[in-house]
């Protein structure tokens, strides 16, 4: 258990009737716990609102309203968006491309979404981020290991060219789910939307019908930084949901809550490790009885 999410639970164990300023308090530890100042102070207003209609005044009832309202604000925006493996329908392939600046997870995850969707799938991976060298090779070990095709080009070369091979791939019969590993370079918005755009039209015209999928791949440890990464990307190119990694480490979590809360955004993924099997759903009601130190 994170140093946070010790302090949120010995802050909700103390014993009398809770008064003002314990509000004022939780709305601070809130904005610790990575809330955004503003979402803190209304979720934290909605609260006290709701404790004096239920008449709870106990530390421990107004823990138990602080998870009900957290897991509203989950379940609003959350509300079947994490698929687990995809049943062809109308739709020939599934092209998922993870964004997301430099370190934060992509070519581990891509690789673990790989695995996992092998039960219902049979995937591909593309090496799209073809700025760096490391990031091909790193793929195609994944790929060697797993047992995963890997479609890749030189270092240096287009990533829409990689994807479409990549299609060209599935569609001749190698597979129904294609994994786009980008660079998703965020130095300039400009040219992470050319890029972008460039890869949107050849799956729009190679291999459409098509579910395509916009995921952005966040480093919780990162804390408000990674909502100001979601704020970006996310006006670049409307992404359908979140992937958190490295939940292992020191993430204090609060950040899903105003992904949901301002940019409705779902989170789809947690990872919490380096290795394939580190990775699971996202489920609101658990996320929130962990955050709120209810497990
Ligand atoms: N602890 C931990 N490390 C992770 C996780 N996901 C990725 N990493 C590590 O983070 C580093 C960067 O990962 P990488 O996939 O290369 O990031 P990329 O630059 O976005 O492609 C690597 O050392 C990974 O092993 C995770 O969920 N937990
Ligand atoms: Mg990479």
Redesign the pocket.
């Known amino acids: 258990m994170t140093a946070f999410r010790e302090r949120l639970k010995s802050f909700f164990g103390i014993q009398g009737q809770v008064k003002d300023e314990f509000f004022e308090d939780l709305s601070d530890l809130l904005v610790e716990g990575d809330f955004g100042a503003a979402e803190a102070f209304n979720t934290v207003e909605i609260l006290r609102a709701r404790c004096k209609k239920d008449r709870v005044s106990d530390p421990e009832g107004v823990r138990r309203e602080l998870a009900v309202l957290l897991e509203e604000q989950l379940l609003g925006v959350n509300t079947g968006a994490a698929p687990d493996g995809f049943t062809p329908g109308p739709e020939k392939l599934t092209v998922i491309l993870l964004l997301?600046?430099?370190?934060?997870?992509?070519?581990?995850?891509?690789a673990k979404l790989a695995n996992r969707f092998r039960e219902r799938n049979r995937p591909i991976l593309a090496a799209a981020?073809t700025f760096?060298a490391a990031?091909i090779d790193?793929l195609k070990i994944h790929g060697e290991r797993l047992g995963i095709r890997v479609v890749a080009h030189k270092h240096g070369g287009d990533p829409a060219a990689v994807v479409y091979d990549a299609v060209e791939a599935a569609l001749s019969g190698g597979g129904d789910l294609i994994i786009a590993?980008t660079a998703?370079r965020m130095h300039t918005k400009a040219a992470l939307v050319e890029e972008l755009k460039k890869i949107d039209r050849v799956v729009e015209l190679k291999a459409s019908p098509c579910r395509y999928i916009k995921w952005l791949?966040l480093?919780a440890t990162t804390g408000r930084n990674a909502l100001a990464q979601a704020e970006i990307f996310h006006e670049a190119v409307t992404l359908d949901g979140v992937l958190l990694?490295?939940?292992?480490?020191t993430a204090r979590g609060g950040v899903v809550f105003s992904l949901a809360q301002t940019l409705k955004l779902p989170v789809v993924y947690v990872?919490?490790?380096?290795k394939y099997d580190?990775?699971r759903l996202f489920d609101p009601q658990d996320y929130v009885r962990e955050f709120a130190g209810l497990v």
């Open positions: 997301g600046v430099n370190g934060v997870g992509k070519t581990t995850t891509a981020d760096r990031a790193q590993d998703g791949v480093d990694t490295k939940f292992d480490s990872c919490d490790g380096e580190d990775i």
